[in-house]
């Protein structure tokens, strides 16, 4: 026993015996900070580690990961990922996320990279705590360890199968640290539950309200915080009358700079003080609004940065036969996510406790230690599930704030922004133009493609099409976008991809080609053909399909996070009304091995069913720094009612490492839905959301 037991070479500090000591007895799994598998010694990575995984002596398993779940359902891929490869019962797994004492540093949940890079690292993990265990069971049962097998939990002799050990009996009393090696993993022939479609294991917890998140933690004696705000970003606090809380019994207030908040034991007693409260504040004067922002990014003379170009736009030029250029437009998207931003914090001893709703555990610790100037050892960020963020819940604007409250209260505090704090304060998705440029000879093949973003990102810009000449280039500069701006669901792509799709259904038009026919005319990537081949199958796509009057069918294709996507959609236009209904979607990926084939599908309808807001009706609207979109009632989102049928494609490739599927779903929804609006009646939409109004006046005239 003695031999297996992995001693460190090295005394480790305070803490991290602490940390040893709160894991308890069992198997534990552990790596370093950085990438334990880039050949650190094992010295090294046990002098610096993180708990991976641990089998606890009652024959459950703990997984820690420092990603959080916020319904993507990573909650059920991960533990499904180390069931397989270790042997032992989904059931078993307890998932440990994001607390900011128990679990692995990360950076934060975003981009769909929670699967591809933390899966790899988990199955490392499992198959090195199987190996353990096998070890274990060899000693104990007096046999070689090549004629042990594990299946659920139990270790026995493949030629005496009577001879059995369990994982509980072997981790009884026993605390075995081990660091991952480069383990054996199980071939894609041998998964028994990796591909295999799992119930999302967190579905009852959320049912049932047993489910915490930030706004559900009732510590004893907390007090509900409300902050006075602004109407405008960079508005500077000039006076604030504080006379009618002489009224209001329990009222404590706490005030530091412009930050002014009510305290109360009651949130909506505290909610009432912080509205009779009378503020007076200076506001810039507004000088552009969501009609004329885009006037405004094409006058303001960015700085051009190429990120991609090959070959010669001047010879592809010469080639063309037919020529397109176009403007395509998108405003503000908000992140709308039905939990707002919340933190439940209690300053103690010097030490700041906190559950948040966040996107970035430990980006939120030392977000908060700075603004405290404490210790970052003295944040502890706790485990609670996340009510949905889509990049939004990235920045942590509500932590700060209520750990500064918290602080100087003395007292256990709850900050939950209200849905009006959630727009304003709220870092949209930044509005674009993007201009294209591009050719064609008579035959339909591509000749150049000149593209050019203004104030957006460029992700989802870079060309999968066959383009011998083309420039792709973003022009940015500071200070441009007159509301805050940051991560949205797939920053950037759903505007690029709308532009180049839509650009291409333009292309095959006027080439008087099929629109999937084109495509495939100029693609000859398999990972972008195989999508395309497999949608228009599984939707039934004919070329020149005769389709009822105002009924029409609309395709797209986009790539995400090395996943690429192919979506079809059948819309019917009012051609009275300008209403768009949009009736039924299919959607195929390609993202190499899909560990859970329900919680991919699920992801892909979420993806379509939010795809479908900005497509057809989100919109912030505002004036200057003041946003005047507060709610749903003039935001609306995608209802159920309106949801259409959505199917789901997968290209069969479990041998390849595994994809994120969180976001990809997203891109394609717009340019489907745009050209299956052209499908329908003629109107081609250049800007989005495609309002009836929008609609009704891009329809040919003799329509209307």
């Not at 070689?144 to 001879?163: F, M, P, S, V, W």
């Not at 000088?287 to 592809?316: A, C, I, M, R, Y």
């Not at 100087?408 to 674009?432: C, H, I, N, T, Y």
Request: one cysteine or more; aromatic letters at 8%.
């Amino acid at each position: 026993m003695k031999a297996l037991i992995k001693e460190i070479d090295k005394p480790v500090s305070e803490d991290r015996r602490d940390f040893l000591k709160k894991l308890g007895c069992g198997i534990i799994v552990v790596f370093s900070v950085g990438n334990p598998l880039e050949g650190r010694t094992r010295k090294s990575v046990l002098e610096d580690f993180n708990a991976y995984i641990r089998i606890k002596e009652n024959g459950r398993v703990d997984c820690f990961t420092g990603k959080i779940e916020m319904g993507q359902g990573v909650y059920t891929s991960l533990a499904q990922v180390l069931s397989e490869e270790l042997d032992v019962s989904i059931e078993r797994i307890d998932m440990v996320m994001g607390d900011t004492e128990l679990c692995p540093y990360d950076a934060g949940t975003w981009g769909s990279l929670t699967t591809p890079f933390f899966d790899p690292l988990l199955r490392e993990a499992a198959s090195e705590a199987r190996e353990v265990l096998i070890e274990l069971a060899a000693e104990k049962l007096g046999v070689r360890k090549t004629q042990l097998k594990a299946e659920n939990g139990i270790i026995y002799d493949a030629r005496k199968r009577k001879l059995k050990i369990s994982y509980t009996d072997l981790t009884k009393g026993e605390k075995i640290v081990r660091s991952v090696t480069e383990s054996k993993l199980k071939k894609a022939s041998e998964f028994k539950i990796i591909g295999k479609p799992i119930l999302r294991q967190d579905a009852k917890m959320k049912v049932t309200g047993s489910a915490k998140y930030a706004g559900d933690i009732l510590l004893p004696g907390m007090l509900h915080a409300r902050i006075k705000r602004s109407t405008a970003y960079n508005a500077k606090l000039i006076s604030i009358d504080t006379s009618s809380l002489s009224r209001i019994e329990g009222i404590e207030i706490v005030q530091d700079g412009d930050l002014f908040a009510v305290l109360h034991e009651s949130p909506d007693v505290a909610e009432q003080a912080i509205v009779s409260v009378e503020a007076k504040w200076e506001i810039p004067e507004a000088k552009v609004n969501d009609e004329t922002v885009f006037v405004h990014f094409k006058n303001s003379k960015p700085k051009t940065n190429e990120f991609e170009s090959g070959g010669s736009l001047d010879d592809g030029k010469k080639a063309s036969r037919i020529f397109v250029e176009k403007e395509y437009y998108d405003g503000y998207k908000a992140h709308a996510s039905i939990e707002t931003h919340t933190a439940t914090a209690q300053y103690k001893d010097g030490k700041l406790t906190m559950w948040a709703s966040t996107q970035t555990p430990f980006g939120t610790r030392k977000a908060v230690s700075d603004a405290l100037g404490i210790p970052l050892e003295k944040v502890h960020i706790k485990q609670n599930f996340v009510g949905g963020g889509f990049g939004g819940k990235i920045y942590n604007q509500q932590a700060v704030e209520a750990a500064k409250i918290a602080k100087l209260s003395g007292k256990p505090v709850q900050l939950m922004w209200s849905r009006q704090e959630e727009f304003l304060l709220d870092k949209f998705r930044p509005a674009s133009v993007v201009k294209i440029q591009s050719g064609l000879t008579g035959s339909g093949k591509i000749t150049f493609w000149d593209y050019n973003i203004l104030y957006g990102g460029d992700r989802g810009a870079k060309l999968f099409y066959d383009i011998p000449n083309y420039r792709c280039a973003t022009s940015t500069k500071e200070g441009v976008h007159p509301l805050e701006t940051g991560a949205w669901r797939a920053p950037s792509n759903s505007t690029n991809t709308f532009a180049r799709e839509t650009h291409i259904d333009i292309m095959a038009t006027m080439a008087n080609i099929d629109p999937v026919e084109f495509r495939l005319k100029n693609l000859t990537n398999i990972r972008v053909r195989r999508p395309l081949e497999a949608v228009a199958d599984k939707f039934g796509w004919k070329p020149n399909k005769s389709l009822p009057n105002g009924s029409g069918w609309g395709v797209a294709l986009g790539e995400d996070v090395n996943v690429y996507v192919a979506m079809m959609a059948e819309v019917e236009v009012n051609k009275l009304t300008g209403e768009v209904i949009v009736k039924r979607v299919v959607c195929s990926q390609d993202m190499g091995q899909v560990v859970n084939p329900e919680g991919a599908m699920l992801q892909i309808e979420g993806g379509v069913t939010m795809g479908l807001g900005y497509a057809l009706s989100e919109d912030v609207k505002f004036r200057g720094g003041t946003v005047e979109t507060l709610n749903f009632s003039n935001y609306e989102i995608t209802r159920f009612s309106v949801t259409p049928q959505i199917e789901t494609v997968f290209i069969d490739d479990m041998d390849s490492p595994p994809l994120g599927g969180g976001e990809p779903s997203i891109i394609c929804v717009g340019a489907m839905v745009g050209n299956a609006i052209y499908n329908a009646c003629g109107a081609r939409l250049y800007q989005m959301p495609f309002t009836p109004q929008r609609v009704l006046e891009a329809m040919p005239k003799e329509d209307l």
